[in-house]
């Protein structure tokens, strides 16, 4: 977590480094440390931008800006960007990869209105079948997390297709995708591992119809704002995700969130234990952060 002070104003953010991209928590707290003689030197969110690459580090301390700043103003952060009052938002709920009767169980259990499966190894195809049976009444999306081969894809996107999934996230590792330019997607494709800021947006429009944007791939709200907006005028969908943190890494995503077609903002249901005061949940909705917890 990054704080930072201003009088009697106190900003928080907070970030997941993730391995997948190199990151540590033991270097991210090292940089936000080298970082903040230049934070009490004058260092402001729009520096930061170009200070830190994309990343968790920057996600922090961006997001501790905006939280900061609204404390200091008494303007929520949603004001500040000139959002409408933001309101709950339907959040998919997850279910980790296991046996087709585990999955099974657990799509019964949960009882949501959006599920997000998680798959990518052999036995797809009985997984899914065995969800759609237990929860008919369910939307669901997939997540193949850069599983699936130029081999297995496009059979595996048609027993998606069949089985009623709405969008498959990553199916093909980041910078092996190029096979989505040159076969059908029968559902739509969102780019997970392969987008993480508006650099690399442009190189995605062959091979994905949605991208899914993460604050701690962006690097905070900042560039993930921009991005959601650029990927629009590109003709992508927007997914609004997480890695598994509190609710205080959940609260600039939700006002993100706002107008996206997917979120995926399940993140402290899925810990044992999150921050107080935390987001408030009922059921599938999230609903936006009170002042106590963030912007």
């Not at 947006?201 to 690097?219: H, S």
């Amino acid at each position: 977590m990054a704080q930072l002070s201003a009088g009697d104003a106190v900003g928080r953010g907070e970030c997941v480094p993730y391995a997948r991209y190199g990151e540590t928590v033991e270097e991210t707290v090292a940089t936000l440390e080298r970082l903040a003689g230049a934070v009490a030197g004058g260092l402001d969110r729009a520096a930061l931008q170009s200070a830190l690459p994309a990343g968790a580090a920057r996600n922090a301390l961006d997001c501790a800006f905006w939280d900061l700043e609204a404390k200091a103003t008494n303007r929520r952060v949603a004001e500040r960007i000139g959002l409408p009052t933001p309101k709950s938002v339907i959040t998919a709920y997850t279910l980790s990869l296991d046996s087709p009767e585990a999955m099974a169980k657990a799509a019964r259990a949960a009882n949501r209105p959006l599920l997000k499966l998680k798959l990518g190894a052999e036995g797809d195809a009985e997984r899914l079948a065995a969800i759609h049976a237990a929860a008919p009444q369910s939307r669901l999306i997939v997540d193949a997390n850069e599983g699936w081969t130029d081999e297995t894809v496009a059979a595996r996107m048609a027993v998606c297709a069949a089985a009623g999934v709405e969008l498959i996230e990553q199916p093909l590792p980041a910078g092996n995708d190029g096979i989505l330019a040159r076969i059908p997607r029968p559902v739509p494709v969102c780019a997970d591992e392969s987008v993480h800021d508006r650099a690399g947006l442009a190189a995605l429009r062959d091979r994905y119809d949605a991208v899914n944007i993460k604050l701690d791939k962006t690097g905070g709200l900042t560039e993930a704002l921009a991005l959601a907006q650029e990927a629009r005028t590109h003709g992508f969908r927007i997914m609004v995700g997480c890695m598994l943190a509190s609710s205080l890494a959940m609260a600039p995503a939700i006002l993100l969130a706002q107008d996206a077609e997917v979120v995926d903002l399940d993140g402290p249901l899925l810990l044992a234990r999150d921050r107080s005061p935390g987001l408030r949940y009922e059921g599938a909705l999230a609903y936006p952060p009170a002042p106590e917890l963030w912007g």
